[in-house]
């Protein structure tokens, strides 16, 4: 799976220049409506054989592939939202909605969740149990094998643009190739007369739901109330002014995530014996560095070193 998907990832991306935006919103809607055509495929698969078998940790599986299909249009709502133009009322755009729709997402993961959590006590104190079926174990199978491909695709995009959202999405299909395994262990089990397996595994995959949509509405929370950046881009960004000739050192460096969009302040030191024009003009060489490797709007400020 993962040699085929890292193929198909990078053949897309082959020869383009991935740090141009409009090249990271192609990929982005690429991945995103990859996510959710298999996530609609794979939901009705296990609707259709959870209602046959009458497996509520199959039909509880369902409603997290289902949860899943908005999860990738988040990404696609992200990466739409990232080509607005900011106004007045927003003079960092709009990116920020990607992230209030992840906590509104993560909610109803937690409501499902809980409600799965209901229903499989219901099926253990009357009694219901799955009916053991071959289909539904293939059924399955070709989900976890599915879910194992878009990860790997979906990670390796995320990997190639630096996107955290393509990443976070990515994600998501393990969570989902991992539930999917506990319910195959459920089905496999009524073959050999643990009928209950399947309410108790509807219980794990509902605990694991819920789990999925703490973790979601605590990353949509943390971004909404502005994390701080990855080292990966902090480094880069000081990395980026230092490269330029004339900068002694940095420091106050801050970094505004508006998801596509970044706000970066940075103080650079240069020699003393500068004058004011010289000043400015390694001061715009690392304001169009900083902007033209990170896509960012960068202000630089000066201070002379003593």
């Given at each position: 799976m993962k040699y085929f998907a890292n193929r198909m990832a990078e053949k897309l991306t082959s020869g383009r220049n991935l740090f141009d935006p409009a090249e990271r919103y192609r990929v982005g809607l690429i991945e995103s409506w990859a996510s959710m055509a298999g996530n609609l495929f794979l939901?009705?698969?296990?609707?259709?054989?959870?209602?046959l078998t009458n497996s509520i940790a199959l039909i509880a599986d369902a409603v997290h592939s289902t949860s899943d299909i908005f999860s990738s249009l988040v990404v696609f709502i992200g990466f739409i939202m990232s080509k607005k133009k900011a106004d007045p009322e927003h003079p960092h755009g709009h990116g920020r909605t990607e992230y209030l729709a992840g906590l509104i997402i993560a909610l109803m993961l937690i409501g499902a969740g809980a409600a799965f959590l209901y229903t499989s006590y219901s099926r253990l104190a009357g009694d219901v149990f799955a009916t053991p079926s071959i289909g539904a174990i293939i059924a399955i199978v070709i989900a976890i094998l599915l879910k194992e491909y878009l990860y790997y695709f979906s990670a390796r995009l995320g990997m190639l643009i630096k996107s955290e959202t393509l990443a976070g999405d990515a994600w998501h299909h393990r969570t989902d190739s991992l539930s999917s395994g506990l319910v195959l262990i459920a089905l496999a089990g009524n073959f050999f007369g643990l009928r209950a397996l399947d309410a108790y595994t509807g219980f794990a995959v509902a605990l694991f739901i819920i789990y999925t949509g703490v973790a979601l509405a605590r990353r949509s929370c943390s971004s909404l109330l502005g994390s701080a950046p990855s080292e990966e881009l902090y480094?880069?960004?000081?990395?980026?002014?230092?490269?330029?000739?004339?900068?002694?050192?940095?420091?106050?460096?801050?970094?505004?995530?508006?998801?596509?969009?970044?706000?970066v302040t940075i103080h650079i030191v240069i020699n003393c014996q500068l004058n004011l024009e010289e000043a400015h003009e390694i001061a715009h060489r690392v304001e169009d560095c900083i902007s033209r490797e990170f896509h960012c709007n960068a202000v630089v400020h000066v201070d002379p070193c003593e």
């Amino acid at each position: 799976m993962k040699y085929f998907a890292n193929r198909m990832a990078e053949k897309l991306t082959s020869g383009r220049n991935l740090f141009d935006p409009a090249e990271r919103y192609r990929v982005g809607l690429i991945e995103s409506w990859a996510s959710m055509a298999g996530n609609l495929f794979l939901a009705l698969l296990k609707l259709i054989f959870g209602l046959l078998t009458n497996s509520i940790a199959l039909i509880a599986d369902a409603v997290h592939s289902t949860s899943d299909i908005f999860s990738s249009l988040v990404v696609f709502i992200g990466f739409i939202m990232s080509k607005k133009k900011a106004d007045p009322e927003h003079p960092h755009g709009h990116g920020r909605t990607e992230y209030l729709a992840g906590l509104i997402i993560a909610l109803m993961l937690i409501g499902a969740g809980a409600a799965f959590l209901y229903t499989s006590y219901s099926r253990l104190a009357g009694d219901v149990f799955a009916t053991p079926s071959i289909g539904a174990i293939i059924a399955i199978v070709i989900a976890i094998l599915l879910k194992e491909y878009l990860y790997y695709f979906s990670a390796r995009l995320g990997m190639l643009i630096k996107s955290e959202t393509l990443a976070g999405d990515a994600w998501h299909h393990r969570t989902d190739s991992l539930s999917s395994g506990l319910v195959l262990i459920a089905l496999a089990g009524n073959f050999f007369g643990l009928r209950a397996l399947d309410a108790y595994t509807g219980f794990a995959v509902a605990l694991f739901i819920i789990y999925t949509g703490v973790a979601l509405a605590r990353r949509s929370c943390s971004s909404l109330l502005g994390s701080a950046p990855s080292e990966e881009l902090y480094n880069g960004v000081i990395r980026c002014a230092r490269e330029v000739d004339g900068v002694i050192d940095t420091h106050n460096l801050e970094i505004h995530d508006y998801g596509s969009w970044k706000a970066v302040t940075i103080h650079i030191v240069i020699n003393c014996q500068l004058n004011l024009e010289e000043a400015h003009e390694i001061a715009h060489r690392v304001e169009d560095c900083i902007s033209r490797e990170f896509h960012c709007n960068a202000v630089v400020h000066v201070d002379p070193c003593e």
